[in-house]
């Protein structure tokens, strides 16, 4: 079935303010601080990951 324009299925990114990108990123660094010493490394480099790319995109909307 195909999508029409403007639906979430769009094969496009999720566009997010600032309050909530900035939500986000105090979510996954509560998360990533709350992860027990068993949890997989990949899981806490892509969390890491993801809370550095968050960090650069609102550094970079607030200029």
């Not at 029409?4 to 769009?10: A, C, L, P, T």
Request: net charge positive; hydrophobic share 35%.
């Amino acid at each position: 079935m195909r999508s029409r324009e403007g639906q979430f299925s769009d094969a496009r990114p999720i566009q997010r303010s600032r309050a909530e990108k900035e939500k986000l990123l105090r979510e996954l660094k509560d998360t990533l601080a709350g992860l027990k010493a068993h949890a997989s490394a990949s899981m806490r480099t892509t969390l890491q990951a993801r809370i550095k790319e968050l960090e650069t995109d609102i550094a970079a909307s607030s200029r």
